[in-house]
């Protein structure tokens, strides 16, 4: 029986995904569960797995087309039922090409290597072509890379060659000789549709505050070389971050919602979407329930988290149920922005660069401080100025009353 096999769902948010290799070809059978094609979406970069054991008849999406969640990208004859309904002459017809294409696949698919091969095999300078590919043909899989990893051996590698991209003439820009044509597929393409629903869709609003987080750099100047002795991680200041706005979360949980057309959700877990960037993009994945966690277990979940994302290793249950977004813009020396809303949450704030500075105390003495921005995003339709002001202002309390509670 001739059976569909569709787009799935790769995250609570994610509404389509870009297939960016098939790993397969029409005529190749597959069996349940094992892959055929790579997606990626704003999220993460998976693969597709087939939804039974057949013979793979049509491919309906082309590489680099982006597809809705649930739509058809490929057609599948079950095994069973094929065999009855396809003539004696057409099956000899099939198993000729069906040889031919396992023979060419063993002399092409060793070569095609996917981006997240590639960029965990670059990442830790590992010669792809000294790795035994175990997919189809003896293509190299990611857990092949890993599984090297993981027996410690590297070797130098060998440089990729550039692939040539052909230009789209339909970009409508015109490019001299000397441009770089890059084109928008996969996670990028994903990113900025995202991104244009996010501002088309939701009516941004701004605020800002400034925190003295004084007590909180000497704290962790203090206290960073036994923890990281006893948890075998640095001590960042996001996980202080995360605590204050966690419990600012719990004290006006209106911020923690989402706008539903008709009605506003107020989620009751709190959910925080971590902003993590790698060299190729952006990624949110989720810490789950952070509110039932102390200092120690933040920076635990997010060093977790942060290794997954820069070794690709992300799943879709990684970047699920995200209910408000913590994104660290200081990580880059900014002191000002204005993020764009993850939809479809309702606020997002950036922590900006903690800076030193002369401050004006209220006995108007001058004194210099340890003071950092954090400025909120919010979707006005949820959320007005005086709910967020009260938000920021028990954020920015619970920052600058730190006593080294919560650790």
């Given amino acids: 029986m001739k059976k569909e096999i569709v787009m799935p769902q790769l995250g609570e948010s994610v509404t389509e995904g870009t297939i960016t290799q098939w790993l397969v070809n029409p ?25 039974y054991t057949g013979t793979i008849s049509d491919i309906i999406a082309k590489e680099n087309q982006t597809v809705q969640v649930g739509d058809v990208v490929a057609y599948i004859e079950t095994e069973d039922t094929s065999k009855e309904e396809t003539p004696p002459e057409r099956e000899g017809r099939r198993e000729n090409q069906t040889g031919k294409q396992e023979r060419s696949e063993e002399s092409s698919q060793k070569k095609r290597y996917s981006p997240a091969v590639l960029t965990l095999a670059q990442k830790h300078n590992i010669d792809i072509e000294t790795i035994e590919g175990t997919g189809r043909g003896g293509r190299i899989t990611r857990k092949d890379v890993e599984k090297k990893l993981e027996a410690g051996e590297k070797t130098t590698a060998k440089a990729p060659e550039p692939q040539r991209e052909e230009q789209d003439a339909s970009l409508g820009v015109e490019a001299s000789a000397s441009d770089e044509v890059i084109p928008v597929t996969g996670v990028r393409k994903a990113i900025a549709a995202n991104m244009s629903q996010s501002k088309q869709e939701i009516p941004h ?26 948890e075998g991680i640095p001590l960042t200041f996001m996980p202080f971050f995360m605590q204050a706005v966690t419990a600012g979360l719990k004290k006006y949980p209106e911020v923690n919602a989402t706008w539903q057309g008709d009605h ?23 810490i789950a329930n952070a509110d039932e966690k102390n200092i120690r277990g933040m920076a635990r979940s997010l060093h977790s988290l942060a290794e997954k994302t820069r070794n690709g290793k992300l799943t879709s249950d990684d970047i699920r149920g995200g209910t408000f977004t913590l994104n660290n813009t200081g990580a880059f020396g900014s002191v000002q922005s204005m993020p764009i809303i993850n939809h479809p949450q ?8 903690i800076v030193k ?22 979707d006005h339709r949820v959320l007005d100025g005086l709910i967020c002001g009260r938000f920021l202002a028990y954020v920015k309390e619970q920052l600058e009353q730190f006593n080294g509670e919560g650790m």
């Fill in 205 to 230: 609003a701004w605020t800002m505050v400034e925190v003295d987080v004084t007590t909180i750099v000497r704290y962790r100047e203090k206290e960073k070389e036994a923890f990281r002795n006893q």
């Fill in 357 to 378: 500075r002369p401050v004006v105390k209220e006995d108007d003495m001058i004194a210099v401080r340890h003071m950092v921005n954090l400025c909120l995003s919010l």
């Fill in 27 to 51: 005529g190749d059978n597959v069996n349940k569960y094992e892959p055929i094609a790579e997606v990626d979406t704003d999220k993460v970069n998976a693969e597709v797995p087939s939804s």
């Fill in 264 to 286: 506003i959700v107020r989620k009751k877990e709190i959910n925080l979407s971590m902003a993590i960037g790698t060299e190729e993009a952006l990624y949110v994945p989720v």
């Fill in 346 to 353: 309702a606020a997002i704030l950036s922590v900006e660069s």
